[in-house]
């Protein structure tokens, strides 16, 4: 056989084995973000039945990041988490409501809740993931979060649900397309996590992305 037959075929095989190694590398799932540039902070996940909370270390903020956090004396850490104005601050809070708050948009609130010990003993009924993540990220979380607070009206609307918290406006609609879950999975990629805010419908697949950024650190008894 000839010398032009032979290189051919080496051609053709060569091609074979980069498309090969392509695929490969397409089926390898992305490292996150917020573990590829893990840093010194930690923010936590805690699972509040149908939602959850954001934890963050509340001195790496700094008082200018949320100025609401003056209403509440110094602590390590605050928790903060979204959802609708009428639903989530009223714990006896009806099928009706819940209804009302998922069928067309309506006004929503930023629960903040301030608290020293650790994590876990804070929270210790609660599913729990840990997800490290850089100065940068935390301090992206953080204007996420200030995003979703209203400027014009910094004063407490209601009473907070657990610690030492308070209900605050926020400018965001709520409505079955912008819940809770896809608020957090949200907050989430902004710190650097692979999350699909528009899919996390449910707080199962919120917590999920959660540990798959970062680790499970403590499961409900």
């Given at each position: 056989?000839?010398?032009?037959?032979?290189?051919?075929?080496?051609?053709?095989?060569?091609?074979?084995?980069?498309?090969?190694?392509?695929?490969?590398?397409?089926?390898?799932?992305?490292?996150?973000?917020?573990?590829?540039?893990?840093?010194?902070?930690?923010?936590?996940?805690?699972?509040?039945?149908?939602?959850?909370?954001?934890?963050?270390?509340?001195?790496?903020?700094?008082?200018?990041?949320?100025?609401?956090?003056?209403?509440?004396?110094?602590?390590?850490?605050?928790?903060?988490?979204?959802?609708?104005?009428?639903?989530?601050?009223?714990?006896?809070?009806?099928?009706?409501?819940?209804?009302?708050?998922?069928?067309?948009?309506?006004?929503?609130?930023?629960?903040?809740?301030?608290?020293?010990?650790?994590?876990?003993?804070?929270?210790?009924?609660?599913?729990?993931?840990?997800?490290?993540?850089?100065?940068?990220?935390?301090?992206?979380?953080?204007?996420?979060?200030?995003?979703?607070?209203?400027?014009?009206?910094?004063d407490p609307v209601a009473p907070g649900r657990y610690h030492e918290s308070a209900f605050f406006l926020s400018p965001l609609p709520y409505h079955g397309l912008?819940?809770?879950?896809?608020?957090?999975?949200?907050?989430?990629?902004?710190?650097?996590?692979?999350?699909?805010?528009?899919?996390?419908?449910?707080?199962?697949?919120?917590?999920?992305?959660?540990?798959?950024?970062?680790?499970?650190?403590?499961?409900?008894?």
């Open positions: 056989m000839s010398m032009i037959y032979w290189l051919r075929r080496g051609f053709v095989g060569a091609l074979l084995v980069w498309s090969v190694v392509l695929a490969v590398q397409c089926d390898q799932p992305a490292v996150d973000a917020a573990k590829a540039a893990a840093g010194p902070y930690t923010l936590y996940v805690v699972r509040h039945g149908w939602h959850a909370g954001l934890v963050l270390p509340r001195n790496a903020l700094g008082e200018a990041a949320w100025p609401v956090l003056n209403n509440f004396p110094p602590t390590a850490y605050v928790e903060v988490g979204w959802g609708e104005a009428a639903y989530y601050p009223n714990p006896d809070a009806g099928l009706g409501t819940l209804l009302h708050a998922g069928l067309w948009p309506t006004a929503s609130v930023v629960h903040l809740a301030v608290f020293d010990e650790p994590v876990t003993d804070a929270f210790p009924q609660h599913d729990i993931a840990a997800i490290q993540v850089s100065r940068a990220g935390l301090h992206q979380v953080a204007a996420f979060v200030q995003q979703s607070m209203h400027n014009a009206h910094p912008n819940n809770c879950n896809q608020w957090a999975a949200g907050a989430l990629r902004a710190a650097g996590c692979r999350t699909a805010p528009r899919r996390t419908l449910r707080v199962t697949r919120l917590m999920h992305d959660a540990q798959s950024c970062g680790r499970w650190i403590q499961s409900a008894p």
